[in-house]
């Protein structure tokens, strides 16, 4: 009896064997001699195009350059991008696709904020390791996830900044608020009663406006005979540009806050005139700066010219995580493999990108917290300009 079970237990632990051979090999996928698989879902069609766009740049911007130099320890670069539109099921569809078929053995980006909160799980459960950079909210790293990082700053620590520094800038003022009517508009919400509580502001319009709305005539009217001075506009694009345009037919022109998603080149040509003056926050230095100056030239040879032309602060955030997520994958030397990556990453300590801050995580941090600074834009140029 015993030499049977022994004759067994042969091709039992051979079977052991090869099964945890297999696992270790699924966790290298995306990697052969000459190349390293690099996977990203954005939206590169609708409205938010602008955004997922120039992420995406970015992230080509960041790959060139490591290719040009010899990709990661000899292996080069190969870009895997999917589309989703926005539309947060095909931001599943496209994980999914690109874990699983396109065989990526990393990931960067992933959508807008929706989209990344709802795709968590099928992150979590691969364990590949991921650098997000497009819409950093605290759903993502708050509990720490063990393959996710996020490079950025929170909405919330955002929209408290921007507000404090208006409101130290005027004080005493009659404030104004619209925000859109979902879980975006909310962290902008929290963020602004943060600071209504500690400022004691006082609040004469308090709006919200549904998804995809266009039309911002009567809510603008309303802001207008609610005498509101100071104004938080918590649109995202189309919003913003609209809600501008309705103030300045309506002649007022209050001081105006916008967040970063609107903070985009596009949006303030649309704007016209009616955007002058307004402010804006951001962790990501403006291309007005000697910082924003250097890496337009940096990446000028690097993508093709319609590409360039698409380069907004976004492009910066892509560049940075994928500047970070490069670096951390090189660090595994020869042999790299997703344990060592997310190891890597959690390590990273003051990496400089020359777009914003240098990028830190730590031992259970998975969340870069960049430094914040006031811009203004200028209209005549078509730029935001660091407020001293």
């Known amino acids: 009896m015993r030499k049977y079970l022994a004759t067994l237990s042969l091709p039992l632990l051979l079977a052991g064997t090869l099964a945890a051979s297999d696992r270790a090999f699924a966790a290298e996928q995306g990697i052969t001699d000459t190349e390293i698989v690099i996977g990203d879902v954005e939206p590169l069609t609708g409205p938010p195009a602008l955004l997922g766009v120039a992420a995406s740049i970015g992230h080509k911007i960041a790959i060139a350059e490591a290719n040009n130099a010899g990709g990661i320890n000899g292996r080069k670069i190969k870009y895997v991008l999917e589309d989703d539109g926005y539309v947060t099921a095909r931001t599943i569809q496209g994980v999914k696709k690109v874990i699983e078929v396109d065989k990526a053995f990393a990931m960067l980006g992933i959508s807008g904020s929706g989209q990344s909160i709802a795709v968590m799980p099928v992150l979590e459960k691969a364990g590949i390791p991921t650098v997000i950079d497009v819409a950093p909210v605290k759903f993502l790293w708050e509990p720490p996830r063990k393959n996710v990082f996020v490079v ?68 603008m009217l309303q802001l207008k005979d609610s005498g509101a001075e100071v104004f938080l506009a918590g649109g995202i694009i189309a919003e913003n540009i609209a809600m501008m345009k309705e103030l300045e037919k309506l002649n007022v022109k209050p001081v105006t806050g916008i967040f970063w998603p609107g903070r985009i080149e596009p949006v303030l040509k649309l704007m016209g005139p009616a955007g002058n003056g307004i402010y804006a926050v951001d962790y990501v230095e403006p291309f007005a700066s000697a910082a924003g100056k250097a890496f337009l030239e940096k990446a000028k040879p690097l993508v093709s010219e319609a590409e360039f032309k698409g380069i907004n602060r976004y492009t910066m955030t892509g560049y940075a995580a994928a500047k970070v997520l490069i670096a951390a994958i090189a660090r595994c030397g020869k042999e790299p493999t997703w344990a060592c990556t997310i190891s890597e990453l959690e390590k990273t300590k003051s990496v400089e990108t020359g777009v914003m801050a240098p990028v830190s995580f730590g031992p259970g941090v998975r969340f870069s917290n960049q430094k914040l600074q006031i811009m203004q834009s200028d209209f005549p140029t078509l730029s935001f300009k660091p407020v001293n």
């Not at 009663?193 to 919200?208: E, F, I, M, P, R």
């Open 152 to 219: 950025g700053q929170s909405y919330e620590e955002g929209i408290i900044h921007l507000v404090t520094y208006l409101a130290e800038k005027n004080p005493g003022k009659k404030w104004g608020l619209i925000t859109q009517d979902d879980d975006y508009g909310i962290t902008v919400r929290d963020g602004f009663d943060t600071v209504v509580k500690a400022k004691k502001l006082n609040v004469v319009y308090s709006g919200n406006y549904k998804k995809g709305q266009r039309d911002f005539s009567s809510d």
